[in-house]
Nanobody, 125 residues
Framework: VQLQAFGGGLVQAGGYLRLSCTAS??????YGWFRQAPGKEREFVAT????????YYTDSVKGRFTIFRDNRDNTLYLQMNSLKPEDTAVYFC?????????????????????WGQGTQVTVSS
């Protein structure tokens, strides 16, 4: 199983980016996005069930980021609007075999079985 993330770049504060992640498999239980800023631990950003149930976001991105999946080509997306300098990080897509319905589980990086290589997002002020 391979995940490959794309779409990072340099953007000014208030701008937008769309991250993409291609998955070699067609079915997982859950997928998500995490990020890691320099000198910090990897943190949860957003997740959704593979069957597109209710999305779940960390508080700092609610109302600005949207996680979704294109069923036609099995591509995962993270639409990021109104970007802030504090959003600067390497962003990782991830997929879990299990469905995991509780935030206690699906916000943990250890829950996810497969990871993309990361894509850098830099937001300038």
């Amino acid at each position: 199983v391979q995940l490959q993330a794309f779409g990072g770049g340099l953007v000014q504060a208030g701008g937008y980016l769309r991250l993409s992640c291609t998955a070699s498999e067609r079915t997982f239980g859950r997928y998500g996005w995490f990020r890691q800023a320099p000198g910090k631990e990897r943190e949860f950003v957003a997740t959704n069930s593979w069957r597109s149930g209710s999305a779940y976001y960390t508080d700092s991105v609610k109302g600005r980021f949207t996680i979704f999946r294109d069923n036609r080509d099995n591509t995962l997306y993270l639409q990021m609007n109104s970007l802030k300098p504090e959003d600067t990080a390497v962003y990782f897509c991830a997929a879990a075999v299990g469905a995991y319905t509780l935030p206690n589980y699906f916000t943990l990086s250890s829950t996810y079985d497969y990871w993309g290589q990361g894509t850098q997002v830099t937001v300038s002020s």
